[in-house]
């Protein structure tokens, strides 16, 4: 029974094996592409790796992508049918918690115009909202997602998230399904995107939910540059019905140098840098896992592959 480790974001393959193994040093762990008799391979931890790459491993139990999303798998015609376990941290990602707020934060007190303005030599003080008139909806209500909109409604902001079924009240109010979509589009002025990518989520920042948002509001996405419409943004950029928009993804990546993102004024351009995962981080998830499976328990974490996450 071992664990397969593929090429990871950041680090070497011989630093996250010696993470791992300092959680459960019994673990038997292989390091691509050596990965001995394929027979022995029971999990594989997916980094920056291709599925077409995999060589049939008959005694594979589950997936864990190092990643928080899933599409590279799930819609790969390739996935082995088995567990997808998620690996981020139960209580939410503390670097994507951080670059959530900062980025709030930027286009609640206008930090974009403030810069154009700079570029100018121009001297002007905007008008600012104090935290309780600033209305910030989150796309999403997950891992990633509840911990930055809980710690803004302790700064004064009013928070609000969408989500697809309805759950128990929060902190945070929340909107639910297709029915109160709208209503949460029309009460929300800097929105932020921390869905799945799904064949439903696909596109959804798009001239269809820009238009339903008040005049001046912002765009964070967080999530998959497949959600967003380029042509749809910059229309309503152009006519000054959004105020300005930050894109951590974009499609595909790396951001082509001719795209017209690049050039706009009020886009801020982040190269996908919103988590950094590292062995401290992943590890504990995945040992545990692995130690449920070995003792018969049932996964934690497991991704539902028809709704998409």
Same mark, same amino acid.
């Given at each position: 029974?071992?664990?397969?480790?593929?090429?990871?974001?950041?680090?070497?393959?011989?630093?996250? /094996?010696?993470?791992?193994?300092?959680?459960?040093?019994?673990?038997?762990?292989?390091?691509?592409?050596?990965?001995?008799?394929?027979?022995?391979?029971?999990?594989?931890?997916?980094?920056?790796?291709?599925?077409?790459?995999?060589?049939?491993?008959?005694?594979?139990?589950?997936?864990?992508?190092?990643?928080?999303?899933?599409?590279?798998?799930?819609?790969?015609?390739?996935?082995?049918?088995?567990?997808?376990?998620?690996?981020?941290?139960?209580r939410g990602d503390k670097a994507m918690t951080e670059y959530a707020v900062m980025h709030v934060l930027r286009h609640h007190r206008r930090m974009q115009e403030y810069q154009i303005q700079q570029k100018h030599k121009k001297w002007e003080v905007l008008n600012q909202k104090q935290p309780h008139e600033q209305t910030i909806g989150f796309m999403g209500f997950g891992q990633m997602a509840a911990s930055p909109a809980r710690i803004l409604v302790e700064m004064g902001f009013d928070v609000s998230a969408w989500v697809r079924n309805v759950r128990e009240e929060d902190?945070?109010?929340?909107?639910?399904?297709?029915?109160?979509?709208?209503?949460?589009l029309r009460r929300t002025n800097i929105l932020v995107c921390l869905l799945p990518l799904t064949n439903s989520t696909k596109h959804i920042l798009s001239a269809d939910t820009?238009?339903?948002?008040?005049?001046?509001?912002?765009?964070?996405?967080?999530?998959?540059?497949?959600?967003?419409?380029?042509?749809?943004?910059?229309?309503?950029?152009?006519?000054?019905?959004?105020?300005?928009?930050?894109?951590?993804?974009t499609s595909p990546e790396p951001l082509p140098k001719e795209s017209q993102l690049w050039k706009h004024k009020k886009i801020t351009i982040m190269p996908h840098v919103a988590?950094?995962?590292?062995?401290?981080?992943?590890?504990?998830?995945?040992?545990?896992?692995? /130690?449920?499976?070995?003792?018969?328990?049932?996964?934690?974490?497991?991704?539902?592959?028809?709704?998409?996450y």
């Open positions: 029974m071992a664990l397969l480790v593929t090429p990871p974001v950041l680090g070497t393959l011989e630093q996250w /094996r010696d993470g791992l193994k300092s959680l459960m040093p019994e673990l038997e762990i292989r390091l691509w592409p050596n990965i001995g008799d394929p027979e022995d391979i029971h999990y594989i931890l997916v980094g920056r790796f291709d599925l077409n790459d995999m060589p049939d491993l008959p005694n594979l139990r589950a997936l864990m992508p190092m990643f928080a999303g899933l599409d590279h798998l799930l819609y790969h015609p390739k996935c082995p049918p088995v567990a997808i376990l998620r690996t981020g941290q139960p902190l945070v109010k929340l909107y639910f399904g297709q029915n109160d979509y709208i209503s949460f820009f238009k339903e948002l008040p005049r001046g509001a912002s765009i964070i996405n967080l999530g998959r540059g497949e959600h967003l419409v380029e042509e749809d943004l910059i229309k309503y950029l152009d006519s000054n019905h959004l105020r300005g928009a930050t894109l951590d993804a988590r950094r995962v590292r062995p401290e981080s992943v590890g504990p998830q995945v040992i545990e896992n692995i /130690r449920r499976d070995i003792s018969g328990l049932p996964f934690l974490w497991q991704v539902d592959r028809e709704a998409g």
